[in-house]
């Protein structure tokens, strides 16, 4: 029951104004961040990946750069600078670690130490085969060589110390890491210097994550404070990933502000003009604001970190409460009958709410906290909304009788719905096939607001020291230093097998675990006892002698050797503590290592197959990891909106229990997310997250107007029900355009999405159904609201592939390189799984698909389902004829399914067989960066085949019969898979029938005679 007596409404006033201070109180001592993880699946590669980022304290490096300003690095004050700026951050409780030197000072005493660790480095049995008789003859004879040449001088104690060069085959490693990680710096100088001596770098650690936001700030206050004295002429960077947090944090704070300025004005404006001064028209944007602010206040209460940009979100919340609840009961309660008006109302008010509740609480089941935060906070601000306006509003609005603005809505003649009608329907056909050519961006850095001085410091850093590729990593991570050791080892070995030629850097390389430095000390001792290592040095006595060596020439070696297998050290030599200490750590309770290899596709497929059922494992790709996250996010998204619709089309058949009314009430939400779509393709705008959940917030709207509409039909209410329509759809403009000026993106595009989807779902509303429904009224048609959503869930598909920058083919190509060249990436025998849409005669029908295809002997194994993974047919074939076919009754009759199964194995067979031009084939002349080859037949047929890129790959083959085309196949992207190369994404266009396959690849495995190989 309604409250209406003056003791209640004091009452409740009360309970509003304290629940307001209280929110107030909660928000100034909640938690608020903008921690990206926040964003990405609980279990998902990303955040595994995060997570081990986390664990190894990536995300707490950062480096200082300095440039002396064209002096060199000893002329300049900054050697001695460096010192002092290095001991003042090594005070600071918030640097765990500060580096900028990578070379001892006295080279000569560590070289002596890396001597001694040498058994813990090198097998004994690698040794005793370079020790053989002939190995020692070569090895003396080449310390004579060295030792007498004139470029031999100053060698003496190396040769004495390292006759076998084993020490320098210990510095290769390092050598080999440092061209690995694309940075160059200075032999010369211990500090961290560039080769042109002119930059510099200090490296830091602290204990402050970059999704701390306030500890980030301070961390950058303390560090530009450390920096004041920086000697003068010499400029510095700082470049850390704080720095990308506080950025991001200064926007979304800056655009939270200018949403609550614009929302005051706006609405103000709003209410003024529209309510003509009624004071208590400014109460209607105060109740979802109020309602905002309280759940603002719970969000701390139920989540750990609560993210900015939802919050941000405010403005388009306050907006779609006031449009959907507040405009209504003003003019409901301020008419003739008041409250009882708001009861009549009260019903298709919930029923409103709960669809778009419903479509944010779906949200709350996302495994992506960010996507459960935007639901409960757009949920429970719009259900708390409607019941403030229901229980404060209404009964301050029924004490004094004042009908609302009128707004003044053209009034269509029953001549004019057939052309409505037409208009609209035409409309929504013309969108069809242009949304399918809609484009979506799932680039997350979109999204990333670092604020443009950072940038250009991180380009100046990467132009400076990354002279090549950055690497990929494999983390390995654990609780204790050891077992991280172990696991680390073992990973590299398998990582070198799985890919022989390829550069790996491993810290176990030159500092092994306890178990394997044990292992390796034990053969040195047997060595040892076993008089081997004596037999050695005597040889190596009576070799030097022979040369004219003194007797005793070599025996520094033997000694520093027998020392470190008796007494074994128990840290690394000093040469390589800066390198371990930064690729091996220990952070709070976790230990880590990082294997480096190079960032390339295969290599990172391979590291990930290694480690992809182990949690305390990561590869950290810089290459993908932004594009693993992107796709994560934008799918789960996509499932939402989906949902989303669903469940929005089952609560309004609930309610006006009829297929013909849910149909017609669903034309508000069939048209705006068409036709906004449509728009965003005019205009060549890719959709992005943000867009897709304005389209959430649109169809959870727009589902409003339809079931008001056909509501008001019933009851003979249209014309008042059009007005508060109206102004509803003015409302939730006004609430768009706060947003809109924003300067974050996923709130700016979110503005763009409500404001041209409520103007497409308010004319539908006003104009359609009313002319649709007095239509149907008087000829009975059932079909067309049905058919039109038919056509709109099953007539969509995304735009085909398009084919990447190539580079230009090799200036000198020859047909029998290319082909053999070409030939070898392509497997005999394959499995892939892929998705397909067939398309013929305007209509789509999607299959996922499972083929065995083995090139070698034309064999074909297949299986079709849908995409709830019921069976659709099943096929296999040898040699060009059909062994074996069986499909379910869902093709179109005029399609003859007696031949289906030879036309199924017929088009795989043009797709992956003959991917290789034939020995005789014609090359023809390079057109645009393209190489054309020709294979002809003796039945008047010919095969074309176009090759692009460097290394030259297949990008299209084309079948002619006759001069006539009789099918094509373009092939815009292949997979790696052990070496191979795999059509990915794939269009064929059979020309004869008239249809075309879409595939996009899944997964494809290589089978060979060993078995399956991902």
């Known amino acids: 029951m309604l409250i209406a007596s003056s003791r209640h409404r004091l009452i409740l006033y009360a309970i509003a104004a304290t629940l307001l201070l209280l929110s107030a109180y909660g928000i100034y001592h909640g938690q608020y961040s903008n921690n990206i993880s926040k964003m990405l699946p609980d279990s998902s590669e990303s955040a595994r990946t995060l997570e081990i980022m986390g664990r190894n304290g990536l995300s707490s490096r950062g480096v200082i750069s300095f440039d002396t300003g064209g002096k060199s690095f000893s002329e300049s004050p900054l050697p001695g600078y460096l010192e002092i700026l290095g001991a003042r951050l090594r005070t600071s409780p918030m640097i765990t670690r500060v580096d900028y030197q990578f070379i001892p000072k006295s080279l000569t005493s560590s070289l002596n130490n890396l001597s001694r660790y040498l058994p813990q480095l090198i097998d004994s049995e690698d040794f005793d085969r370079l020790a053989s008789n002939d190995g020692i003859a070569t090895t003396v004879n080449q310390a004579y060589r060295q030792l007498f040449l004139l470029g031999g001088f100053g060698t003496t104690d190396r040769l004495r110390m390292d006759p076998f060069n084993l020490r320098m085959q210990q510095l290769e490693k390092l050598n080999d890491f440092q061209k ?218 029924s004490n004094k009788r004042r009908r609302p603005y009128h707004v003044a809505i053209p009034r269509l003649s029953t001549s004019r719905y057939p052309l409505v009608i037409s208009v609209w329907a035409a409309l929504l056909i013309l969108a069809i096939p242009v949304i399918a050519k809609i484009k979506f961006n799932d680039d997350i850095r979109q999204f990333d607001m670092t604020s443009e001085m950072t940038l250009k410091s991180e380009a100046s850093y990467d132009r400076n020291w990354q002279t090549g590729p950055r690497p990929a990593m494999l983390i390995v991570t654990g609780k204790s230093k050891d077992s991280v050791l172990k696991r680390g080892e073992s990973l590299a070995a398998q990582l070198r097998q799985a890919l022989p030629g390829t550069d790996c850097f491993s810290p176990t390389d030159i500092s092994p675990s306890a178990g394997k430095a044990s292992e390796r000390l034990l053969k040195w001792r047997r060595l040892e006892e076993s008089g081997r290592l004596r037999q050695i040095s005597e040889s190596m006595r009576e070799k030097a002698v022979e040369k004219g060596f003194a007797p005793e020439f070599f025996n520094p070696f033997f000694e520093t050797l027998i020392d470190g297998i008796k007494e074994p050290p128990d840290t690394a030599p000093e040469l390589f503590l800066p390198m371990l200490s930064r690729t091996i750590t220990c952070n709070g309770e976790w230990n880590s290592m990082m294997i480096f290899f190079p960032d390339l596709d295969h290599a990172n497929a391979k590291a990930l197959s ?335 085949y176009l090759f692009a890129g460097n290394p030259p790959r297949l990008i299209r083959k084309n079948f002619y019969c006759k001069n006539s085309i009789g099918w094509q196949v373009s092939f815009f992207e292949f997979i790696e898979a052990d070496g191979k190369l795999i059509p990915k994404n794939i269009v064929y266009d059979n020309f004869k029938y008239g249809y075309r396959l879409i595939v996009r690849t899944r997964t494809a495995i290589i089978v060979n005679n060993e078995g399956f190989h991902q």
């Open 180 to 397: 690995l990680s694309g940075i160059r710096i200075s032999p010369v100088h211990s500090y961290i210097v560039s080769l042109d001596e002119r930059k510099a770098l200090l490296l830091f650690e602290s204990n402050i994550s970059a999704a701390d936001t306030a500890g980030s700030r301070s961390l950058l206050a303390m560090m530009g404070e450390s920096l004041r004295d920086c000697p003068s002429g010499i400029t510095f960077d700082i470049i850390s990933p704080n720095q990308h947090s506080v950025d991001n944090e200064a926007i979304i704070k800056a655009d939270v502000k200018i949403v609550a300025i614009t929302s005051f004005i706006v609405f103000t404006l709003l209410f003024i003009i529209f309510y003509h001064c009624d004071l208590r028209s400014l109460l209607i944007p105060a109740m979802p604001a109020l309602a905002s602010v309280i759940v603002m206040a719970i969000m701390p209460l139920v989540f750990k970190d609560s993210l900015f940009f939802v919050i941000g979100m405010g403005g388009l919340i306050i907006g779609l409460a006031v449009g959907d609840y507040g405009t209504h009961v003003y003019a409901a309660s301020s008419g003739t009958f008041g409250l009882r008006s708001v009861a009549r109302l009260f019903l298709p008010l919930l029923v409103t709410c709960l669809t778009t509740v419903g479509a944010f609480l779906l949200f709350l089941i996302s495994d992506i906290e960010a996507f459960r935060q935007i639901g409960f906070y757009a949920g429970l601000s719009l259900l708390l909304s409607l019941l403030l306006t229901i229980f404060l509003l209404a009964p301050l609005f």
């Open 610 to 944: 290694l480690v992809s059922a182990d949690p305390d494992c990561a590869v950290i790709s810089q290459k993908n990891f932004r594009q693993t996250m992107s796709s994560e996010i934008s799918g789960r998204f996509a499932f939402l909106l989906a949902l989303a619709v669903v469940l929005t089309c089952i609560i309004t058949f609930l309610f006006f229990r009829s297929f013909l009314l849910t149909s017609v009430a669903l034309i508000p939400t069939i048209s705006s997310l068409l036709l906004t779509g449509a728009v965003y393709v005019a205009f060549n705008i890719p959709i992005n997250i943000s867009v897709c959940f304005g389209c959430i917030i649109l169809a959870g709207v727009s589902i409003d107007y339809g079931i008001f509409m056909v509501h008001a039909f019933l009851r003979k209410e249209e014309p008042a029900i059009s007005d508060a329509i109206a102004l509803s759809a003015i409302t939730l403009i006004s609430g768009g355009a706060t947003i809109v000026f924003t300067q974050h993106p996923m709130l700016r595009y979110a503005g763009y999405t409500l404001i041209i989807g409520v103007v497409f779902a308010w004319l539908s509303a006003i104009m359609v159904i009313p002319a649709l429904l007095k239509f149907l009224a008087s000829r009975r048609i059932l079909l067309l609201p049905s058919a039109l959503i038919l056509l709109f869930f099953t007539g969509c598909r995304s735009e085909p592939f398009t084919w990447p920058e190539f580079p230009p083919l090799p200036p000198e190509t020859s047909k029998e390189d290319m082909l053999k060249t070409w030939s070898a990436g392509q497997p005999s025998e394959f499995i892939v799984e892929a998705g397909i849409v067939l398309e013929y005669r305007g209509r789509c029908f999607s299959s996922l698909c499972m083929a065995r295809v083995n090139s070698a002997e034309r064999k074909i194994d297949v299986v079709g389902m849908n995409p709830a993974g019921a069976k659709i047919f099943e096929a296999s074939g040898i040699g060009g004829k059909t062994k074996s076919f069986s499909i379910m009754p869902i093709l179109p009759e005029e399609i003859d399914t007696s031949k289906a199964g030879d036309a199924i194995l017929a088009d795989i067979g043009n797709i992956y067989f003959d991917l290789v031009p034939s020995g005789n084939s014609i090359i023809g002349k390079p057109d645009n960066n393209r190489l054309a080859m020709t294979a002809h037949s003796t039945d008047s047929s010919r095969l074309e």
